[in-house]
């Protein structure tokens, strides 16, 4: 079935880029979601990107789409404490229904 | 503004006690979705509605039901929580599905059972 991995942790120090990275296994993949979510809060999409693209920049969000390594990576760059939460990857097949990374912890410290 | 509201956004219940969850939604999507997401992990949907329709997950245990009984709200009836059901539950509407319409979630309701 599909899967799709995360690294559990990641830590950075104010004002440098973050770069969270994911892979999956569903080669069938056609869109490919950054989602955000806050302590006790839900989730909030932050970008998306179709598997024919294989870069999207939106602000200070990149997202790197590698399709035959099946890798996608989101950068956060200037990291602020604000962006401290916990990022999920997730895919979906046409718009099926999304199946979502493990999340990565984003910790910010001064 | 548009929005997915769930209440309460937290709920304690009794083991074995019946629960139910609500969602509403102002942005008049056609599909409503119940994630359930334990601790430390990423959601797992239960099942969603399109429309009318009902889609079950095939994993999604009996005793987690659903109700829509119009486009704007849909509820999760929990009929015998146990222990391990504890998690934050969360609702997701999309304008339609098998397309690129993304799904916005609401701010979930964490369920304690004890």
């Known amino acids: 079935g599909e899967d799709v991995e995360q690294s559990l942790f990641l830590s950075v120090r104010e004002g440098d880029s973050s770069v969270i990275n994911c892979t999956y296994t569903?080669?069938?993949?056609?869109?490919l979601y950054w989602y955000k979510q806050e302590p006790g809060a839900g989730l909030q999409l932050l970008t998306y990107?179709?598997?024919?693209?294989d870069m999207k920049q939106d602000q200070r969000l990149t997202v790197l789409l590698n399709k035959k390594d099946k890798h996608l990576s989101l950068r956060i760059a200037d990291t602020q404490t604000g962006d401290s939460a916990i990022y999920f990857c997730?895919?979906?097949?046409?718009?099926?229904?999304?199946?979502f990374g493990t999340g990565t912890r984003l910790q910010v410290f001064p | 503004d548009a929005m997915v509201i769930q209440n309460p956004r937290y709920q304690v219940t009794q083991f074995g006690k019946p629960v139910t969850l609500s969602c509403s939604q102002t942005?008049?999507?056609?599909?409503m979705y119940w994630y359930q997401q334990k601790s430390s992990q990423a959601p797992k949907l239960l099942f969603h509605?399109?429309?009318?329709?009902?889609?079950n997950e095939a994993d999604t245990p009996d005793n987690f039901q659903s109700r829509r009984p119009n486009t704007s709200f849909c509820f999760l009836d929990i009929r015998s929580p146990g222990l391990g059901d504890a998690a934050m539950y969360l609702c997701?509407?999309?304008?339609?599905?098998?397309?690129?319409?993304?799904?916005?979630f609401g701010p979930g309701t964490r369920l304690t059972v004890l």
């Open positions: 509605y399109y429309d009318k329709d009902f889609n």
């Open positions: 997701a509407t999309s304008r339609d599905q098998g397309t690129v319409d993304t799904q916005y």
């Open positions: 569903d080669s069938s993949s056609t869109y």
């Open positions: 997730a895919e979906s097949s046409f718009g099926d229904k999304l199946i």
């Open positions: 990107i179709f598997s024919n693209m």
């Open positions: 942005l008049n999507h056609n599909v």
